[in-house]
């Protein structure tokens, strides 16, 4: 049985470790506190490719998953196109919830 990876997000977001929307993920990501992403898979493709480039320039891992509605009712708030965990102890939670470990960047 596989664990629901967005089962942690809304406790994260109670602990205030996620930032939600496009411009809080992508100035998460610039700032250097975001752990990992989550982007909607009904996002646009711009924000999808705008977001992914993004951590792959600051290495964070980016997951596109689960739908706009999914996100936001995850977090207590209305649709959300991306998500960025700030707790590394939460991203790595997650990150084991999609099945992969994240790599530490020297």
Do not use: W
């Not at 990876?5 to 992508?26: C, D, H, I, M, N």
């Not at 707790?87 to 919830?97: H, L, M, S």
Request: charged share 30%; glycine share 12%.
């Amino acid at each position: 049985m596989t664990k629901d990876p967005l089962g942690l997000l809304g406790l994260a977001a109670k602990a205030g470790a996620v930032k939600s929307g496009g411009f809080l993920t992508e100035k998460a990501i610039k700032e250097g506190e975001a752990f990992i992403v989550i982007v909607a898979q009904d996002a646009s493709d711009g924000t999808k490719k705008k977001l992914c480039d993004k951590c792959k320039f600051y290495q964070v891992p980016c997951y596109i998953y689960g739908t706009m509605d999914e996100l936001g009712h995850r977090v207590g708030r209305e649709a959300r196109s991306s998500l960025a965990i700030t707790d590394e102890g939460f991203a790595k939670q997650t990150v084991k919830r999609f099945g992969m470990e994240i790599q530490e960047v020297d």
